[in-house]
């Protein structure tokens, strides 16, 4: 052997064992007991997993936490300052956001959904097209669509308000189509409408730490029992296909006719073809597929999700809601609705707009991350490979950030003259962290805020009575999964006026 070729080998041996002792070095975080082979499969919770996680964070006296399921590492953060320290400060190790085979996307066509995919170029190309559609600037163009969207739920709400969950639904989802891609949905039996509620309670069981066994379960045949989730994405996965491929090949055939509506999918479209009946290039085409379907996807859910925890929010702590109404009726009289241009005169709708995400943000657990190689923080061990989880409802909870978290307070965001305070940190946790941060916040953050100023202007908000007179009182429960919504619960709108709901 020669020895410049020597000097190579003994380097990559000391380097191997200096690398296996650093790992010996450091210990694993805390978490709940792991058994052989199957690890912490009978601890991990399938249902409310982030209060279970918060707990467990307590318990162990650590903001970072670790479980394995059949050989997969999960280290979750329940604290701000270790998702800064990861997410953003080592962006270049925990931005990967692929899943395991419990929730291998690809397999139920939710593979599509770029804000699953593994960080890098392909990655990049959906971002930039999205980002160049919803950046803060770009977004005021779609405020009358928006509006528009806003007030027809506001008429919904007058005449069934018993139906009130089915309206905000329509409201998210009437807005984002219409803004992805021109379509104008029926409220009843719409065919894309069902199609998107479908493949989205998907994405929503299946994207839950827990539910389906970990990564061995991609070397199990479908027949095996411990292999649903390969037998349910089996039948799930035409399903969120058509999701993505249908409102596009429509507003595809209809740009190619010159008869497509102004949309963000024509927009992209017109700058790819200058001539409206070239062929797209096969991959850049699956790119514009792939971004404008899920931009819809996120939102839908997300902003439905807000919606009914304000409403919630509303019924439960009606204080809040009345000095809410106090600041709209001083700033916009009793003729007219809100508009964008009166942000910046309603300080107290803005508090409540940011005090329903922190007190019930949408998705409690975010998306979950992936680290590229193994690393070390704050004393633990994290091996490469290892999913990552940002505990959303543990730093949104957290004490020493938010006094009294789990009461409802719009009021920690203002100063001592009802203004906006920069002190107090903004819920933008609940759009996930780092160069994963989601780019349609600002399109969402319109929505909900035009959302809430609205029905304040519009209705009083209360516990409804039975038929003997007796108040009707929420459970205040959420669904588990991805997305959390509230259980089912019974409200009463009863107007306010503003002639312009009669119109």
Sequence with gaps: MSLPLAF???????????????????PLPPGPRRLPLVGSILDVPKENAHLVLQRWSRAYGSDVLYFEILGTHYVVLNSC???????????????????????????????RNWGMMKYGNYWREHRKMFHQHFRERAVPAYRPR?????????????????????????????????????IDVKPEGDPILGLIEDALRIFSAVANPGVYLGALVRFLPAWFPSAKFKRDAAAWSPMVEEMYLRPYREVKAAFEAGTAPPCVTTEILAELCKDRTAPIDPILEEVVINTVGTGYGAAVDTTSAALESFILAMMLFPEAQRLAQEELDHVLGNDRLPEFDDRDSLPYVTAIMKEVLRWRPPGPLGVPHKSTRADEYAGYYIPAG??????IWAILHDEER???????KPARFLDSNGQLCEDVPDAMEVFGFGRRLCPGRYFVLDTIWLSIASVLTSFNIERPVDESGNVIEPTAEYTSGLISHPLPFKVAFKRRGCALLDM
């Design 8 to 26: 190579f080998v003994a380097g990559l041996v000391l380097l191997f064992v200096s690398s296996r002792q650093r790992q010996r070095s450091y």
């Design 386 to 391: 290892s999913v990552i989880i940002g505990n």
């Design 402 to 408: 938010y006094p009294d978290a789990e009461s409802f």
């Design 81 to 111: 300052k270790a998702t800064v320290d990861l997410f953003e400060r080592r962006s270049n190790v925990y931005s990967d956001k692929i899943m395991e085979a419990q929730t291998d996307l690809s397999r139920t066509g939710w593979g």
């Design 146 to 182: 928006s509006t528009r969207a806003v007030r027809q739920m506001l008429r919904s709400l007058c005449e069934t308000p018993e139906r009130f969950k089915e309206h905000i639904s329509f409201l998210t989802a009437c807005n984002v189509l219409g803004t992805m891609y021109g």
